[in-house]
């Protein structure tokens, strides 16, 4: 039983100015599939986990098996600078297919970075907020077709920008 890490980067500047109603936690905009959601949302994985070429794509298909769990993260491409984006809801077809309700974690990880200009040779550490989403899977032999919803917040004024979905997949082995 395997950990599949996703990462998914949303485009949080191209969302903040695309017109988008602010929506609600019940009721997220949509961003649609393939092409339409590729615009503001890139999902990767470790190689060996993805199915189809999809790597890179907001329809991202992963191939997992019977026990694995799947751990999503969430950031912008200016990791979180002028807009940060959190999952806050998910949904799964089958219902059945992975664990409900979705384990939702937050929390505080020691990071180095180098400082300055050109970058210090030695590292500073740094605590680095997590905030992730798991669930596992509990049905073999089939398609998941999942929903992630989101939020997206101005940092400059703490205002939420929207509430956001979109649906990629889990293969099951």
Same mark, same amino acid.
């Given at each position: 039983?395997a950990?599949?890490?996703?990462l998914i980067a949303v485009?949080?500047a191209?969302?903040?100015t695309?017109?988008?109603?602010?929506?609600?936690a019940?009721?997220?905009?949509?961003?649609?599939?393939?092409?339409?959601?590729?615009?503001?949302?890139?999902?990767?994985a470790?190689n060996?986990?993805?199915?189809?070429?999809?790597?890179?794509q907001?329809?991202?298909q992963?191939?997992?098996?019977g026990g694995?769990?799947i751990?999503?993260a !969430?950031? @912008?491409?200016?990791?979180?600078?002028?807009?940060t #984006? $959190?999952? &806050?809801?998910?949904?799964f %077809? /089958?219902?059945? +297919? !992975?664990n @409900?309700?979705?384990?939702?974690?937050?929390?505080? #990880? $020691?990071? &180095?970075l180098a400082?300055? %200009? /050109?970058?210090a +040779?030695?590292?500073?550490?740094?605590?680095?907020q997590v905030?992730?989403v798991?669930?596992?899977?509990?049905?073999?032999?089939l398609?998941?077709?999942?929903?992630?919803?989101?939020?997206?917040?101005n940092?400059?004024?703490g205002q939420?920008i929207?509430?956001?979905?979109?649906?990629?997949?889990?293969?099951?082995?």
């Open positions: 039983m950990t599949i890490n996703v485009d949080g191209a969302l903040a695309a017109g988008f109603p602010v929506g609600s019940d009721s997220p905009n949509n961003l649609g599939s393939y092409g339409t959601s590729n615009v503001y949302i890139a999902m990767v470790p060996s986990y993805v199915s189809n070429g999809t790597q890179g907001s329809e991202l992963i191939s997992a098996d694995d769990t751990e999503w !969430i950031t @912008t491409f200016d990791n979180n600078f002028d807009q #984006a $959190y999952l &806050y809801n998910g949904s %077809n /089958p219902s059945t +297919a !992975i @409900t309700p979705l384990s939702y974690a937050c929390g505080e #990880a $020691y990071a &180095y400082t300055g %200009n /050109p970058p +040779a030695s590292p500073s550490k740094f605590i680095n905030s992730t798991s669930g596992t899977i509990l049905q073999l032999g398609t998941i077709q999942y929903t992630l919803s989101f939020v997206l917040v940092n400059s004024n939420i929207g509430y956001f979905s979109w649906d990629p997949f889990i293969n099951v082995n």
